[in-house]
């Protein structure tokens, strides 16, 4: 089995050509490529395995409202499977099969949460009753106006059992959150303020964030 070729240098060259056109751009000089939209960006990982020369996909959306250094999947997460990279014929159509996956994904992904309404639909699909989910909601709804509704979500957040240090930062944006909750606009503002933040740390650009009101 030939794989003396560098499969990582094939794998960033292809997935650059073809994702570069749809606004699809790597980030920094990493396996993952990001579709920003502002308050939420969609993560593309080309993930490694510790054991062969290959790739998984990975695919999903990540909101921009907790100030954190690193991206995650929020929505969504595997949708290809591992596949090794026999030999650079092989590894060269893996690739764009994969970023032809990928540019569908997007597209699809940018439908459903093209707006506040369609992203809460879409993720009140998936989400359960952890805590992270419901911080998620929270924020949704009270973006939309939708006062009651995010008061609701975040108080269960609130109400978690805290051990973790993450967990007691979480908690205490959340009671700072609520106390945003008695004014629309207030609560729009400062999230707008919590966006950037997180966005920077992220090393994502700041930008002037058009939320749509429903």
Same mark, same amino acid.
């Given at each position: ?26 980030? $920094? ?19 490694? *395995? ?9 695919? $999903? ?76 909601? $929270?924020?949704?709804?009270?973006? /939309? $106006?939708?006062? *009651? ?27 700072? /959150? ?22 920077? /740390? ?13």
């Amino acid at each position: 089995m030939e794989t003396s070729f560098d499969h990582n240098r094939l794998l960033k060259k292809i997935a650059k050509e073809r994702l570069i056109p749809f606004d699809i751009v790597q980030e $920094g000089k990493s396996r993952t490529f990001l579709y920003d939209n502002g308050w939420w960006t969609i993560v593309i990982e080309f993930q490694s *395995s510790s054991w062969s020369k290959g790739t998984y996909l990975n695919i $999903g959306v990540d909101f921009n409202f907790y100030p954190r250094d690193y991206f995650a999947f929020t929505y969504g997460h595997r949708e290809k499977s591992f596949e090794e990279a026999k030999d650079e014929a092989h590894f060269t159509k893996i690739i764009n099969d994969y970023c032809d996956f990928t540019i569908k994904k997007v597209k699809d992904l940018r439908s459903k949460f093209q707006d506040l309404w369609a992203a809460t639909k879409h993720f009140k699909k998936q989400a359960g009753n952890d805590p992270w989910d419901n911080f998620i909601l $929270g924020v949704l709804y009270g973006m /939309m $106006g939708h006062l *009651s509704k995010a008061k609701g979500y975040l108080k269960k957040v609130q109400k978690e059992k805290c051990e973790h240090d993450f967990e007691f930062e979480r908690q205490k944006l959340v009671n700072e /959150m609520l106390t945003w909750l008695g004014n629309e606009q207030i609560f729009i503002n400062n999230m707008k303020s919590l966006i950037n933040k997180s966005r920077q /740390m992220k090393k994502l650009p700041i930008v002037d964030l058009k939320l749509t009101l429903q």
